[in-house]
């Protein structure tokens, strides 16, 4: 179980969040919080494996929280939700130590992969930094116009280009067999496939 606490003063977004992440079985929330010194009084007598932090909160911002977390309780993964898609606040959470930064408008799919493989400890830094390759600090365009398709769904994708059933790719992924088969669903909507042989030649003209 991955035992998770979440830091964000709009408390609408910080629910959304909170009853998103409930429906995996896999996660358990501990606590959710209106800023960063509440968040790290809780920090203080319970341990939690993931923290999520808003960027702009009052007393303690994101970047404070990162600093106080690394500092204080190192093995603790944090992950930066944030609004802005700035190559240089970025780079600046992460050289305060914060594990993974995820966008706001990101698809729920990515903060639920992103915590996943943040607490397994096999998180690539260097796929984010592809986002950030133009100037303007905007995700580039052909990564968005050529997949249209969060990091699960293109995951799934290679496994079943690779000839996994679905139970099989539920197994290898610790997924329900449910929710692969509707993450399917809309791999097949996206691409405008109707068939499994031309999912699987879809891929293979991605070059996944």
């Known amino acids: 179980m991955i035992h998770i606490a979440l830091a964000d003063d709009h408390k609408m977004f910080a629910k959304g969040i909170e009853s998103l992440l409930e429906e995996e079985d896999d996660f358990v929330i501990k606590g959710v919080f209106n800023n960063g010194v509440e968040l790290m009084d809780f920090l203080k007598n319970k341990a939690v494996d993931v923290v999520l932090t808003d960027m702009n909160m ?30 240089e606040i970025y780079e600046k959470c992460i050289k305060l130590g914060a594990d993974a930064y995820v966008l706001k408008g990101s698809d729920p799919d990515e903060l639920i992969y992103t915590i996943r493989e943040v607490y397994e400890g096999s998180y690539i830094q260097g796929f984010q930094k592809l986002l950030f390759q133009q100037d303007d600090g905007k995700y580039p365009d052909h990564f968005k116009e050529r997949f249209k398709l969060s990091r699960r769904e293109l995951e799934i994708l290679r496994l079943i280009k690779d000839g996994n059933l679905n139970k099989e790719i539920a197994d290898i992924l610790s997924l329900s ?15 405008g496939v109707s068939s499994a042989v031309e999912l699987v030649k879809k891929a293979i003209e991605m070059n996944l």
């Open 58 to 87: 009052p007393q303690m911002d994101g970047m404070g929280v990162v600093a106080a977390i690394k500092k204080t309780i190192p093995d603790t993964k944090v992950i930066v939700l944030s609004m802005y898609d700035d190559k």
């Open 177 to 191: 067999q449910h929710t692969v088969e509707s993450h399917r669903k809309k791999i097949h909507q996206k691409l």
